[in-house]
């Protein structure tokens, strides 16, 4: 199996090449690799400690962070080492100030792991949910460095929990620790085995939690709210722009409509405004003359989760396409969150849904009844905000817990 697993890392990397001159993302993914060896030998401190945090992208960095954070407050002196597989994670997160040295993580071949794991010496080694490299996680296994998971989650269908998954089993061996998410995902790991587990919870409750408490004050959308509700549409796509934009043009008067769309080029903030019949304005063009106008697009980045605290209701896109995006954010706010259909393999929104806090929508009409009923009955909406809220507030600690252990 190792024989396989190899020939496949040389065949992904392989492709990558061929394809790179034609695709952006494999462009940035190849040439963020290129001499990696020299120029991390260039960052590296000869006789530091280091402290590698790797994650797959920009989520799993989220998950990652409060972790980070937490590092370097109680040891201010050591270094934080943080690899991205991703271009998506690391071109948005290569300058962040808290580590050290910032780097795409190499092709995982045996070579390359040898190499990586003898130039940095980590003292610890953090992987993110589910990165599961078996040359880098075995070169760390060798070196008796401590290995561990954070914020893991495992589902039946995962290739660990199959007949031919002994290979892959053999990596999960290798980890100091793994804290999961849920007991559902220990209770599977127990199944096969694996018993250096602990039901963590998910660190992005942490830092939902957190940035709900650093948010600004955006005094914009608040003179544009003025004494109505709020209906947030956060990093919404297309289809989920189209339902709630017919919506809007039915009821205006409902209340106030915000979107802040997860594309805002000139071309896609243009097509959105041509959706209403209302008076539409986009923030960076808003005053105290255009106030009066029904609907809002948020044409920048960096607002949203302040810009939540400001909602009555919130929509979060995605679930029309590969999946939804981040739902915590308008939860911790006590606000009632719907999403499209694909969320299945969103541990949150399940847990929200099946607590009444979360609604998730197919089609217009299916949205329409969800709204109409938020808004026509207000114990029924107060619950559900409640819910909602109550749900992070429950969900909180688990950067605490892996803390104690790794500290």
């Given at each position: 199996m190792r024989l396989i697993y190899n020939a496949g890392i040389f065949f992904y990397s392989a492709i990558a090449w061929i394809i790179a001159p034609f695709n952006q993302k494999a462009h940035?993914?190849?040439?963020?690799?290129?001499?990696?060896?020299?120029?991390?030998?260039?960052?590296?401190?000869?006789?530091?400690?280091?402290?590698?945090?790797?994650?797959?992208?920009?989520?799993?960095?989220?998950?990652?962070?409060?972790?980070?954070?937490?590092?370097?407050?109680?040891?201010?002196?050591?270094?934080?080492?943080?690899?991205?597989?991703?271009?998506?994670?690391?071109?948005?997160?290569?300058?962040?100030?808290?580590?050290?040295?910032?780097?795409?993580?190499?092709?995982?071949?045996?070579?390359?792991?040898?190499?990586?794991?003898?130039?940095?010496?980590?003292?610890?080694?953090?992987?993110?949910?589910?990165?599961?490299?078996?040359?880098?996680?075995?070169?760390?296994?060798?070196?008796?460095?401590?290995?561990?998971?954070?914020?893991?989650?495992?589902?039946?269908?995962?290739?660990?929990?199959?007949?031919?998954?002994?290979?892959?089993?053999?990596?999960?061996?290798?980890?100091?620790?793994?804290?999961?998410?849920?007991?559902?995902?220990?209770?599977?790991?127990?199944?096969?085995?694996?018993?250096?587990?602990?039901?963590?919870?998910?660190?992005?409750f942490d830092r939902v939690a957190e940035i709900a408490a650093r948010a600004k004050e955006i005094p914009q959308i608040e003179l544009f709210r003025g004494d109505q509700k709020l209906f947030l549409a956060g990093s919404s796509w297309k289809q989920d722009e189209e339902i709630i934009a017919r919506y809007i043009n039915l009821h205006p008067e409902t209340m106030k409509w915000v979107f802040a769309p997860h594309e805002i080029d000139r071309e896609n903030i243009e097509r959105l405004e041509k959706l209403f019949t209302v008076k539409c304005v986009r923030f960076s063009g808003f005053s105290d003359e255009s106030k009066d106008a029904r609907v809002m697009i948020m044409d920048n980045i960096g607002m949203l989760s302040s810009a939540y605290r400001y909602a009555g209701i919130a929509a979060v896109g995605g679930g029309f396409g590969k999946g939804i995006h981040n739902i915590l954010e308008p939860a911790c706010w006590s606000i009632p969150v719907l999403f499209g259909p694909n969320y299945g393999k969103f541990r949150e929104a399940v847990d929200l849904i099946n607590l009444e806090g979360a609604k998730s929508f197919n089609d217009y009409p299916g949205f329409e009844e969800i709204l109409d009923r938020w808004i026509s009955d207000a114990a029924l909406y107060q619950k559900a905000a409640a819910l909602a809220g109550e749900y992070i507030n429950k969900n909180m600690g688990a950067t605490s817990l892996i803390m104690k252990e790794i500290v």
């Open positions: 940035a993914w190849v040439d963020g690799r290129k001499n990696w060896f020299n120029s991390l030998k260039q960052k590296v401190i000869p006789g530091e400690k280091y402290i590698w945090i790797h994650c797959a992208s920009l989520g799993e960095f989220e998950q990652g962070r409060p972790v980070i954070e937490s590092l370097k407050k109680e040891k201010p002196a050591c270094h934080i080492l943080l690899t991205f597989f991703s271009p998506s994670g690391y071109e948005i997160r290569k300058d962040y100030p808290l580590a050290d040295i910032i780097c795409y993580l190499p092709y995982d071949t045996l070579r390359n792991a040898e190499k990586f794991i003898s130039l940095v010496n980590p003292s610890i080694a953090i992987l993110v949910k589910y990165e599961f490299w078996d040359n880098f996680i075995s070169a760390i296994y060798r070196k008796h460095i401590p290995l561990y998971l954070i914020s893991g989650i495992f589902r039946k269908e995962q290739h660990f929990f199959k007949w031919y998954g002994g290979f892959f089993r053999k990596m999960l061996r290798k980890f100091t620790r793994i804290f999961v998410q849920d007991k559902e995902s220990s209770d599977l790991l127990g199944l096969i085995g694996i018993t250096n587990v602990v039901v963590a919870g998910d660190t992005r």
